[in-house]
């Protein structure tokens, strides 16, 4: 943008006398609007974010980029980058808006960068009993304590919205004697989050009784004669 002016003079003389004509003009060219950029502001998402308030939080960061102004202008808002699949379970990605004058007009540029981020979610983890193996003929009240405590060491940690199968491990019903039970501890992520799965596998044995035997004493005929030597021989056999 700019302007000059020229004065046009025409003089001119006859008889003596002499003339002068002016005549100004102006050539203007407007300065062009200043290139103005709007930069969308930086996102941090917490943990466990749904796909849903990601996606929702993402469409919104990328429609703040604009540009307007200038002469032709051109921008990378096209090359805005998409929204990755792993971005569900954390990271970030940045955006820098370039707009310039486009060729062959008055130079101007103008940029700005961005960042979406989400936070990792903690890995998801399970901890699990150690296997209980408890011996023969013991105590029922000793069974149930040690199923109670094995029930109880099954635990997850981290992850998302997590949801267990513990309530499909086996009852102790009525093992009390030999037998073992097992039970596969499955931990996994809720819906619309980061997927994860953890698992671990336990068994709760009650081990053999001892085999039962018995030892009888040889079929006795006795021939006392009197009831003290009869008693005697009975409570030997």
Known sequence: GGQITFTYRADYSATGCEYAVDCIATFTVAEPDPISITISPDVSLPVCSTTGEIEAAYNNWKAGFTASGGCSLTTNIANIPALPDSMYCGGEISFTLVADNGAGSCT??????????VFTPPPLTVSCPADPNLPGCSDP??????YNAWVDGFKAAGGCNVVTNISEIPPLGSLLCEGTL??????????NVCPDTATCFQTFTI?????????????QVVHGC????????????
């Open 182 to 191: 097992e039970f596969t501890f499955k931990a996994y992520n809720g819906s």
């Open 226 to 237: 009197t009831p003290e030597e009869v008693q005697t021989d009975f409570d030997n056999w």
């Open 141 to 146: 009240a000793v069974i149930a304590n040690a």
């Open 108 to 117: 101007n540029h103008a940029e700005g960068t961005s960042v979406f981020k």
């Open 207 to 219: 081990g053999e009784a001892p085999e039962m035997t018995v030892t009888c004493p040889p079929h």
